[in-house]
Nanobody, 127 residues
Framework: QVQLVQSGGGLVQAGGSMRLSCVAS????????LSWFRQPPGKEREFAAG????????YYADSVKGRFTISRDNAKNTLYLQMNNLKPEDTAMYYC????????????????????WGQGTQVTVSS
């Protein structure tokens, strides 16, 4: 099992930037794909961004493509989400997650399954 502890988040004005971090401890971090999900108020949890373990390939939801950047520093066991040009519709609880394979699915309930989740961090974008 891997423990994921998130930091960052808070309140930002529309058009602003914010970076989320997710530090892992426990099992090896570098061997697994990682993702960021978010859950807007009253809505289902949705995929935001993912990064593979091998080759560090990245992929994004259409709603954040071009504005968000996912990255990982395996030496520091840390996953990042840089969010630029934030919009009010980006307001959500954000979660980092580790799946059991090189590349993670876009569905939180998909396969290969997500094994570990961060505690969540609130991001609020004011208009």
């Amino acid at each position: 099992q891997v423990q994921l502890v998130q930091s960052g988040g808070g309140l930002v004005q529309a058009g602003g930037s914010m970076r989320l971090s997710c530090v892992a401890s426990g099992r090896s971090f570098s061997n697994y794909g990682l993702s960021w999900f978010r859950q807007p108020p009253g809505k289902e949890r949705e995929f935001a961004a993912g990064i593979s373990a091998i080759n560090l390939n990245t992929y994004y939801a259409d709603s954040v493509k071009g504005r968000f950047t996912i990255s990982r520093d395996n030496a520091k066991n840390t996953l990042y989400l840089q969010m630029n040009n934030l919009k009010p519709e980006d307001t959500a609880m954000y979660y980092c997650a580790r799946c059991s394979a090189n590349i993670c699915p876009r569905s939180w309930s998909g396969y290969p399954e997500y094994r570990d989740w961060g505690q969540g961090t609130q991001v609020t974008v004011s208009s």
